[in-house]
């Protein structure tokens, strides 16, 4: 069973200055929730249970978020808005489940999941980066759901003039819900992508990988990879792709994080309505 999430929040955001100069990246609103919040309640459909954020400097925004207000509350209290109340006491877990790591250096994302080893011990656990935002069925659920032991990320199909965009895949049997998977680059150059099947920021990793990062070796832009770690287990334990049923938003990118704000006021019953209203009359 997999019960603990890692989510690496210490990135720096330069692709949203000035907005993120002082405020994480991971605390910008989709509609009028952060994605950061989006990420932790996917894991919890998920049945996870203990929650590791690695963070960075100027990331205090989010440990804020997910502990207790008492003035807000207060207010809250008193003013009777009880339904506002109740909607900030959601966000809390249970005491001893959240815990923080220090990144201290933004070295890749595998070196952000490596930061976390001490917490996780001989166990499986999930990665969730809070810039890919699913709309629909949690992906992390459904990845958890398929678990049987090895490695496992979340896949899509992406245009071929964007594989350089994400880690690439090699496709081995496929049933066209798993694929197994044979080889793993990341970033490849234009031309040279062994399929258009991508990996998004959805991970359920084995121990043995944290020991792989351990080396310290860098990657693609001079950082240690997750996607380089992952590809030094094929052989090893299996590893395996899901295509997730949802749709998902690259929210670090502007334009995919409009889109994302978009999508979800378009799912909400009290904006959806007027919204259409609006696009329409000004498309």
């Avoid at 080893?117 to 629909?136: F, K, M, N, T």
Wanted: glycine share 10%; aromatic share 8%; net charge negative.
């Amino acid at each position: 069973m997999v019960k603990k999430a890692i989510f690496p929040v210490g990135g720096l955001g330069t692709r949203f200055l000035p907005a993120t100069k002082a405020l994480p990246k991971e605390m910008l609103p989709v509609v009028d929730k952060p994605l950061i919040q989006y990420a932790v309640e996917e894991a919890i459909h998920a049945g996870i249970e203990e929650f590791i954020f690695v963070t960075g400097r100027n990331k205090t925004a989010i440990e804020d978020h997910f502990d207790h207000s008492f003035e807000l509350e207060s207010v809250l209290f008193e003013k009777g808005k009880d339904d506002a109340l109740q909607l900030v006491k959601d966000m809390m877990r249970v005491p001893g489940s959240v815990a923080y790591v220090r990144q201290q250096e933004p070295a890749g994302l595998g070196h952000a999941v490596w930061c976390a080893r001490h917490l996780i011990g001989d166990e499986p656990v999930a990665v969730l980066l809070a810039d890919d935002l699913v709309l629909g069925a949690p992906a992390i659920k459904e990845m958890v759901d398929a678990y049987q032991g090895g490695n496992m990320v979340a896949v899509m199909e992406v245009p071929e003039q964007e594989t350089s965009a994400y880690g690439i895949v090699t496709p081995g049997a496929d049933n066209g819900h798993e694929v197994t998977i044979n080889g793993l680059v990341e970033k490849p150059k234009a031309g040279t992508a062994p399929s258009n099947l991508a990996v998004i920021g959805r991970y359920i990793i084995e121990p043995a990988v944290f020991e792989t990062l351990g080396k310290q070796k860098a990657g693609v832009g001079g950082e240690v990879q997750l996607t380089d770690a992952l590809a030094a287990q094929i052989g090893t334990s299996p590893f395996t792709g899901l295509r997730f049923t949802g749709k998902r938003f690259d929210c670090g990118s502007k334009i995919g994080f409009q889109k994302a704000n978009i999508a979800f006021s378009l799912e909400r019953d009290d904006m959806a309505d007027e919204l259409r209203h609006w696009l329409k009359t000004h498309l």
